[in-house]
């Protein structure tokens, strides 16, 4: 039976078996997260201090990724990713430890919370550049869509399962699936034996490399462009993401599951957006007066078609 072309990635072994294990601790990493915004309603219910744990879970990609990224470059990956796996599973037991033992306080909380976040932005260059290893280049760009499509999904079903778990056994329990969760990697990664590969060339240097990356970023106008939506678009939506569990619990007066369903949501936005957005990026194609790049040009507001027109290109 013919699969479908999306789906062609998972014909590779090495990166299905990276693939679902990923999947296990996308899911472990957002039952930390909403467990950690939960119980901090609790444990300082004021704004600032709430929406600190976002930031001590997003701060390290911002200090870490781009030396990670390096790094990942000049050491023995697998290697690496084992670290980086024990680490967070070793910080995420901690984390559990200590809200078991009624001992937590928001000081520890965001501690390892920011610990844990380290790990994550430490291991996920190094990990998707094995990913890409694991499969011919020609179905990269299906690698790259499945890998968004599974991480949507967990955020999905992640914060869901996450409010249900924390009514039942508490942000300690949901603290525990995410170390074990941890596991999955780490099997993956030990009985993968990667083939070493003759290179002639010199290590790169740290620095160095770091230095290539910024210049490569800087003037590639597609990826310098990315970057500043990103940067627009995650400085506003962050915010909402930051403080949903003190709305939850004093304005809604509603519970961990509330919350978790609502995060949830989310995840099934980015689904939803994911697999909508190239029909939709075809439709407004196809309503711009101006497609032509020799078409004069006309001012943002007479060439962006509205979104009824996209609708109805599309939809009829």
Known sequence: MKIPAALTPL????????????LVAWVGFWMQNTGAGWLMTSLAPDAFTVSLVQAATILPVFLFALPAGALADTVDRRIFILGTQFWLLLMGAILALITYSGTINAGWLLLLTFAIGTGGAINNPALGSVMAEALPRRDLVQAIALNGVGFNLTRAIGPALAG???VVGGPAFAFSLNAVSYIAVIVVMWRWHKRAKPNSLPREHLLAAMRAGLRFARYTPVMRASMMRSAAFFFAAAAPWAMLPLVVKQQLQMGAATYGGLLGMMGVGGVTAGICSRNCAHACRAAMPYSSPRSPPAPAWHSWPSPRTCWSQRWG
């Not at 072994?13 to 693939?19: A, N, V």
């Open 11 to 22: 014909r590779h072994p090495l990166f299905r078996m990276i693939w679902l294990a990923n």
């Open 164 to 166: 249900f778990i924390v």
